[in-house]
């Protein structure tokens, strides 16, 4: 069993001033979208230029942040909210909902694309493959602050990790870095490699983040607050990722469906 490492959450102090490991996940989430997003505009069929992928990366962080924060407020900690309204801009602290985000992101694109004279899916498809860069960091801030512990193994297995309480659990927020960070970066960079119908990419996107998420979360603790939704094994997280699965599926046959027409 793999006692967890104590890692501080504030990365450098500077008097008063503290920089955090998580709020530093993000910019390395936002800096490595911007890499791949410039690689992407090297190809002439995508026909976007370095600006729009400095301007949509800035849409969507400012709606990852705020959609992200207002999610996790409306569908995890609306009490905390009530108590003290202020928490909802205590980023550093952790609480971002990934669906939550997920929706300030979709009203992003749709006001750049709005700006920009492009459809909501030429934006959604040239995008969804730079977003795993971004949840895979994200989910090693969620470790480094001690978020997101694993549910007790019933077998204990090499790599199960200790939080402190000598109970062997899985790490899911590492679970989460290796599927929704690295494994759906490589389908989504090897789908996206070539030209796809408009809207096929999103669709993948879509789908594919739903089962990961859908899987995932049968390994980690609901929230303490929330429990169960349902059967007493259904938590908030998969609840909000069928969703995601079955417009994934749509979107595809229908993107499939314009494709064969044209």
Do not use: E, T
């Given at each position: 069993m793999i006692a967890y490492p104590d890692i501080d959450p504030v990365a450098l102090s500077l008097g008063s001033f503290k920089v955090h490991w998580y709020g530093l996940m993000y910019l390395a989430g936002?800096?490595?979208?911007?890499?791949y997003?410039?690689?992407r505009t090297k190809r002439e069929d995508l026909n976007w230029t370095r600006k729009q992928v400095e301007d949509v990366i800035f849409y969507g962080a400012m709606g990852v942040i705020l959609g992200?924060?207002?999610g996790y407020t409306l569908f995890y900690g609306f009490s905390g909210f009530l108590e003290n309204p202020l928490s909802l801009f205590y980023i550093w602290q952790g609480g971002m909902s990934y669906h939550g985000g997920m929706l300030g992101v979709f009203t992003g694109l749709y006001l750049f694309a709005r700006k920009n004279g492009m459809s909501f899916f030429q934006v959604s498809d040239f995008i969804a493959p730079w977003?795993?860069?971004g949840l895979g960091a994200g989910r090693l801030g969620n470790f480094i602050n001690v978020e997101l512990p694993g549910r007790a193994m019933d077998t204990v297995m090499p790599w199960a990790f200790d939080y402190g309480d000598k109970i062997a659990r899985h790490p899911s927020s590492l679970y989460q870095f290796l599927t929704e960070g690295v494994l759906f970066f490589l389908i989504l960079w090897w789908y996206s490699r070539k030209p796809r119908p408009l809207m096929?990419?999103?669709a993948v996107y879509m789908f594919c983040y739903g089962c990961f998420r859908f899987f995932t979360e049968f390994f980690r603790i609901p929230d303490a607050h929330l429990g169960f939704i349902a059967?007493?094994?259904l938590t908030m997280g998969q609840l909000l990722s069928v969703p995601m699965i079955i417009f994934g599926i749509v979107l595809y046959a229908i993107s499939m469906k314009r494709a064969k027409t044209a």
């Open positions: 936002f800096v490595g979208a911007w890499i997003g410039m690689q992200g924060r207002l977003v795993p860069i096929a990419v999103s059967f007493d094994w």
